[in-house]
């Protein structure tokens, strides 16, 4: 007769009734793969405002990930980090591409601002439209 959790060909081998649990790498993933789509999209010009929740979210889901490795609950420490570097890389990008469309619109209006430097103000013309009285 054997004892429950033994095995028959090793004596004295424990098993235990159960599989341990698995190390949770649901945010590791989760991280990485929103940290790509943040750098991808922070890419395309003009959709850099896309890229900002993005990488933000990346960021945060990077950092649980990374504390829950460091309390031995998860084994993708290298996903974690790379989804929370990505999500930085992300929302620099935003930041970026957000001051490179301000410096535009500034050169815009500066220019703008030099095409009618020349004109005579608007109040000094003479009003087209006749008078009631005539």
Do not use: W
Request: glycine share 14%; aromatic share 8%.
């Amino acid at each position: 007769m054997t004892m429950p959790g033994h095995h028959h060909g090793y004596p004295g081998a424990y098993y235990p009734p159960y599989p341990p649990p698995q190390p949770r790498n649901g945010l590791g993933i989760a991280a990485m793969s929103v940290g790509i789509c943040g750098a991808v999209i922070g890419l395309i010009p003009f959709l850099f405002f896309l890229s900002a929740p993005l990488g933000l979210t990346a960021l945060v889901l990077g950092f649980f990930a990374l504390r829950l490795v460091r309390r031995g609950e998860a084994t993708n420490q290298g996903m974690a980090l790379a989804g929370t570097i990505l999500g930085g890389v992300a929302t620099v990008m935003a930041a970026g591409g957000l001051m490179f469309v301000l410096y535009l619109m500034d050169k815009a209006d500066e220019e703008n601002d030099e095409l009618y430097e020349d004109r005579p103000a608007a109040a000094a013309a003479p009003d087209p439209t006749p008078s009631p009285g005539r």
